[in-house]
């Protein structure tokens, strides 16, 4: 055998044998990224700071115990071309998560998500506070710049519900009181417009017929469900509510809502002052003929439709007791005998 041909078959088994390593290397590699470190490991809190690289992001997760080998994570990305695409955030990890996984949600940026439950007849000062106590908004004017007068004409242009309000109102009432899923870092804005498309939703196209048909608007009728959020709690009630509002609406008679009291004062209280209700205010009822000039409140369905679907009776007057239940009276006489025995 020639030198020449021993050194061809030399070579051919040196490059087999590298073509053979390599292949194997790479089918360790892919198995080791597919498995995961830890099948009992539970979820960890994991925070990937803005400006980190694959290094310190791989050294940080097999610091927490999410990986098993942070070189492994560095080749993956590497290899997949994701090392600069990861993205910062707070993010649910756990080591019974492959490397292949971790890094997908890293890189799509699939950070942790903060549930916000507004709840129905809240303000917006209710929801304001909300917002603060999970950290989502410093305590500025931010949201109140969102929420403004002013800033309510923008909105206009995106949705329909909107355009009948006046130039004066403020996003008061068009809230939708839901559980709404919000982003670490999520803006003020992006919050609003949630959930005023889950009011465009809830406001079907029926709702809006029936509304045009009684000649009202969608403003007119927030208002009037913004008042019946606050003042009674089962459904029947508020449809009864409704039918005293809009007869006394009607005759030019005040609606004297304690609501409308609370909201132009700041203060929720079990009974009003005369004083109270001599406020000087655009929103107190008992002042003022007609509806506020806003809603109060941020209703849910149930009042809406209760401001819509309002059931006629021969009541004029009610109130609630202690317990809540509201007591209903066809007379003045009758709603002074009740406050005496149901107002002690």
């Known amino acids: 055998m020639s030198l020449k041909r021993e050194l061809l078959i030399i070579i051919c088994f040196v490059f087999l044998s590298l073509t053979l390593i390599v292949s194997v290397s790479f089918a360790l590699f892919e198995m080791e990224t597919k498995k995961p470190f830890n099948l009992q490991g539970k979820e960890e809190v994991f925070v990937v700071e803005k400006g980190e690289g694959a290094k310190q992001i791989a050294k940080n997760l097999g610091e927490k115990g999410v990986i098993r080998n942070d070189i492994l994570f560095i080749l993956y990305v590497l290899k997949s071309g994701e090392a600069g695409k990861i993205k910062a955030g707070k993010y649910s990890l756990s080591s019974a998560m492959t490397i292949s996984q971790i890094a997908e949600k890293l890189v799509k940026g699939e950070v942790m998500k903060e549930k916000i439950i507004i709840l129905e007849g809240w303000s917006l000062r209710d929801i ?38 006046p130039d004066s109102a403020t996003l008061e009432g068009y809230i939708f009181p839901d559980t709404y899923e919000v982003d670490e870092g999520e803006t003020t804005k992006s919050i609003t417009r949630k959930a005023l498309d889950n009011f465009d939703k809830k406001l079907t196209e029926d709702l809006r017929k029936e509304i045009k048909k009684q000649n009202k608007s969608i403003f007119e009728i927030v208002t009037m469900a913004s008042l019946l959020e606050k003042e009674v709690r089962t459904s029947e009630d508020k449809k009864i509510v409704s039918g005293i509002f809009w007869k006394r609406i009607s005759i030019g008679q005040p609606l004297q809502s304690c609501a409308t009291v609370a909201y132009a004062i700041g203060v929720d209280k079990w009974r009003y002052s005369y004083e109270d209700t001599r406020t000087k205010s655009p929103y107190n009822t008992y002042l003022n003929q007609g509806l506020p000039i806003g809603p109060i409140s941020n209703p849910g369905l149930e009042s809406i439709k209760a401001a819509i679907e309002p059931e006629k009776s021969d009541y004029w007057y009610y109130l609630s007791d202690t317990e809540g239940k509201t007591i209903f009276s066809k007379t003045f006489e009758e709603h002074n005998i009740a406050k005496a025995k149901y107002l002690k």
């Open 128 to 165: 304001e506070r909300e917002l603060i106590s999970k950290f989502l908004v410093q305590r500025t004017t931010s949201l109140w710049l969102e929420i403004s007068a002013e800033n309510v004409k923008s909105y206009k242009e995106d949705y329909e519900f909107l355009k009948d309000a």
